[in-house]
């Protein structure tokens, strides 16, 4: 299987938000990756519910929304409404995180759980098989354009291994620092998921980027 692509949208040049929406339609990634940060769990503020209503409207592929912010509860059946197929929440955002994945499942989204550098992926083990992704952040969240986090790959394989002891079915995204070669590490250790912003939007041609990544 191909590895899945979600180009961050956090990346793409605002001005020119309906035509980057067009040029990942006609590319070859799976899934709009849409960066939602409130400048209180993260110390950065990324755009609220008119943007992703915007990109959803032109959108062809499914929204994958990844919210970086303090207790997102509140705000699901709000996330639901505006396009998100794929809801991910944080493990440090979230006081009752089982309850909160049930609410997103309950919207008839696909649960999703992220975890920041610094926390380990065993805390997962009571939750993994209601999941239907974890993100493992490779890059302190909050901006685009981080360096790698080396250790994410290690990561990855002990999420993985946890995902086939416990017989689920559970995709394993990574976000930050993404490129061919951190990108070919990750797959190669189980990642099926690559989130990539500013390595797409930045290159010269950025659906012959995604071509590439596609390939590892």
């Keep these: 299987m191909s590895t899945i692509i979600s180009p961050s949208v956090l ?3 605002f001005a020119n938000v309906q035509r980057d929406v067009e040029m990942i339609n006609a590319s070859a990634a799976d899934w709009f990756h849409i960066d939602i940060m409130d400048g209180v769990f993260v110390p950065n503020i990324s755009f609220g519910f008119p943007v992703m ?7 062809k592929k499914p929204l994958d929304v990844h919210l970086m912010i303090k207790d ?14 794929i809801l991910t929440v ?3 955002a979230c006081t009752h995180l089982h309850r909160t994945i049930q609410e997103i499942k309950a ?3 696909k649960a999703g759980v992220a975890l920041n ?3 380990p992926v065993h805390l997962l083990e009571e939750i993994i098989e209601d999941l ?20 994410a790959v290690e990561k990855v394989r002990k999420l993985k291994h946890l995902i086939t002891e416990k017989n689920a079915s559970v995709i394993i995204e990574v976000d930050g620092g993404v490129n061919l070669e951190t990108g070919k590490l990750l797959v190669e250790a189980g990642a099926d998921a690559l989130v990539a912003g500013s390595f797409v939007f930045n290159s010269e ?6 071509e590439a990544l596609k390939q590892l």
């Design 132 to 151: 239907d992704l974890v993100l493992i952040m490779s890059v302190n969240p909050g901006f685009g354009g981080q360096k790698f986090i080396p250790s």
């Design 90 to 92: 944080h493990y440090e």
């Design 205 to 210: 041609k950025p659906q012959k980027t995604i």
């Design 107 to 109: 919207l008839g989204m």
């Design 72 to 85: 997102p509860s509140p705000y699901l059946a709000d996330f639901k409404k505006a396009g998100a197929e």
């Design 117 to 119: 550098p610094h926390t």
């Design 11 to 13: 990346s793409c040049d």
């Design 53 to 59: 209503e915007a990109i959803h409207k032109h959108a």
